[in-house]
């Protein structure tokens, strides 16, 4: 399960230098200037960049996190890889409108109602995999989720279904290889806590 993550400036670079070299390598000759983001945690039901496709290229969008519920002010935000597929809600726009979802980090809490971070040591931002859909407002996001690995089932027993860098163009843009994607494990992660320096004394 994902509920919440958090978005930087170094999201926003980040962007800029992938969706750059994607156009360099499509000999596509643009200035990409991603629209600078307020430092700040995401929730379900508020806007958010994301990577999309658009003309064969991929792009900074806007968009809304979670599809609208069926019952009143519920947001349907994160959806299983496992079934996703099976499902009517979800299927065409995961066979067909992809996205990646950049933050710097995401957060999950425990049985206790900790809160643990979540995050790449070895690079300063993590990329979700998700899908979208237009509605009258406007799109609106999903973030998959898979089983947790190693470095997160001692938390939860699901994550966010992570990508690597080299994987966001083929998970955008190719339908076939983003099927095979929806059953691979993400990388492990680093994590952090406030609950357990207090405990130590």
Request: proline share 4%; hydrophobic share 35%; glycine share 6%.
């Amino acid at each position: 399960m994902c509920g919440r993550y958090y978005i930087d400036d170094h999201v926003a670079r980040e962007m800029e230098k992938i969706i750059g070299q994607i156009q360099e390598r499509q000999r596509k000759d643009s200035m990409v200037t991603v629209q600078r983001i307020e430092t700040g945690d995401i929730h379900p039901d508020k806007e958010a960049p994301v990577l999309a496709g658009k003309d064969g290229s991929v792009c900074c969008s806007w968009q809304h996190w979670g599809f609208p519920g069926f019952q009143g002010k519920q947001v349907i935000f994160n959806a299983r890889s496992e079934s996703v597929l099976e499902k009517p809600l979800f299927r065409d726009s995961v066979l067909h409108r992809r996205i990646v979802v950049p933050a710097a980090w995401f957060y999950e809490w425990n049985y206790r109602k900790e809160k643990n971070t979540f995050y790449r040591k070895d690079q300063p931002v993590l990329f979700m995999a998700g899908f979208c859909r237009q509605y009258g407002d406007g799109v609106h996001f999903v973030i998959l989720t898979t089983r947790a690995n190693d470095s997160i089932k001692m938390v939860h027993d699901r994550m966010p279904l992570i990508l690597e860098r080299e994987e966001i163009v083929p998970w955008i843009l190719n339908d076939e290889q983003a099927k095979g994607m929806l059953q691979k494990m993400p990388c492990l992660l680093e994590r952090k806590t406030n609950y357990e320096q207090l405990c130590l004394f």
